[in-house]
């Protein structure tokens, strides 16, 4: 008897399809598997890197006195600071070396500039007046003075302007975007070797302080110096809003 042994190639055919089938499978999952961890790596790398700081703002990058600098040059250059005779020249109290308005290099020994040179001194009192819609938060703070008996008759006094101020607004603290108005300003108070004692109304340092916005504050403090710049000190003057 002759046996015959037949073995169908389809079985076969499938069998290796199927074969083939997994290892492909196989590759597609190392190969997946590999991106899935260079993605995790990348965002964990993104997760930790350092990103730059912060630039500083513009609120606070405007809010400087003129006890932060040493020198009349250092503020100037940094031109910060109010300033109070509209002049051009910041804090014209502090010591040389000094830089003067559109300077770029700084003197040992030339001075800060005189805004007392060609001044006079009227008799009576000037009314430096300002608008009252450019300034609403001048005038509040102007009339809350008034009413709480500081005086509407101020007296120009340029000498220790920096210093009468510094020492009023050492206990107000700063706030974002507005600026610590005084009344009576700096300029119209003191009188008396440089006007730093206590005093009242408004002989010495003190003075009504009030949060104004900076773009108001800064506006006024430059139209009031300018409009008081012809006048020596000891000139009477008032605010006359329109």
Known sequence: MRFSLKISTLPLAALAASLLLLAACGDSGSAAS???????????????????????????????????????ADAQRAANTRDADGDG????????????????????????????AGCSKPSGVQQIGFSATKYPNILRHFLRAVRSGWPTILVVDRRG??????????????????????????MGRGRGSEGLTRGVNPTGWMASVMYVPSSENRSHGSVMGIKLRGFCSGTRFSYRFY
């Open 161 to 186: 302007t920096d210093s009468r101020r510094d020492r009023v607004l050492a206990g107000v603290a700063t706030k974002a975007g507005y600026d610590r108005d005084e009344y009576p300003p700096a």
């Open 89 to 116: 020249v910041y804090c014209e109290s502090l010591p040389c070396p000094c830089l003067k308005k559109g300077a770029t290099a700084p003197s040992a020994t030339a001075a800060p500039a005189n805004p007392e």
């Open 34 to 72: 590999s991106s899935t961890e260079a993605v995790g790596k990348a965002t964990n790398d993104a997760a930790t890197t350092e990103l730059p700081p912060d630039p500083p703002s513009a609120t606070s990058a405007s809010s400087g006195r003129c006890s932060d600098f040493s020198t009349q």
